[in-house]
């Protein structure tokens, strides 16, 4: 195996395991507060969706969210400024599907040198650092989802999961197969 592929399994194992927190959440807890002081699971979501856009407009110059929108799920926003979750949580979820769906093929296609290239001008460091990073960003803040829904009595998922690229696979097909089913519960 070699760094791309490492990295890209990384990020995929992230990715699965911040979709798996979400499966099976009651749609009434989507906007409710564990605490005070702690953020929403859906600004959360929408926090991890920023993250992966930025990431895509690296290559792409593209960028799913407005600059509204962005600003809303950025870092360091205050807690009482967020009295709603922003975009609908059903529109968070198909973006960030978007998004990774463009940003895994984009990877994919990638000769193994430019992961240790800086991708974009704006960028800080090398894509090889800039996936980690975004890995270890995503499966924190899966941590706080999961966490969160305990709080909440609402406990599904555990992590880590899908370390192997066939339960990866699999799960994704399960997660889609219940998103599709239950999205209506959450407009």
Not at 37 to 56: K, Y
Not at 70 to 83: A, P, Q, T
Request: glycine share 4%; aromatic share 12%; with cysteine.
């Amino acid at each position: 195996m070699d760094i791309k592929d490492e990295l890209l399994s990384f990020l995929e194992i992230a990715e699965i395991n911040f979709l798996m927190s979400i499966k099976e959440l009651k749609p009434e807890l989507v906007t409710r507060k564990a605490v005070e002081n702690v953020n929403a699971i859906a600004w959360i979501v929408g926090h991890c969706v920023l993250n992966f856009d930025r990431c895509l407009s690296m290559f792409t110059n593209e960028q799913l969210l407005t600059k509204d929108e962005s600003e809303f799920y950025i870092y360091g926003l205050k807690k009482d400024s967020v009295k709603d979750c922003g975009l609908p949580f059903v529109k968070l979820i198909d973006i960030h599907l978007e998004l990774t769906s463009k940003l895994f093929e984009i990877f994919e296609k990638l000769d193994v040198k430019k992961f240790d290239d800086i991708p974009h001008e704006q960028a800080k460091g090398k894509l090889s650092a800039i996936i980690k990073s975004m890995s270890l960003h995503i499966m924190g803040h899966t941590g706080q989802i999961v966490q969160i829904r305990r709080m909440l009595d609402n406990p599904f998922w555990y992590f880590v999961g899908g370390v192997h690229k066939e339960d990866r696979q699999k799960l994704r097909k399960e997660w889609i197969a219940w998103w599709e089913e239950n999205k209506t519960y959450f407009t």
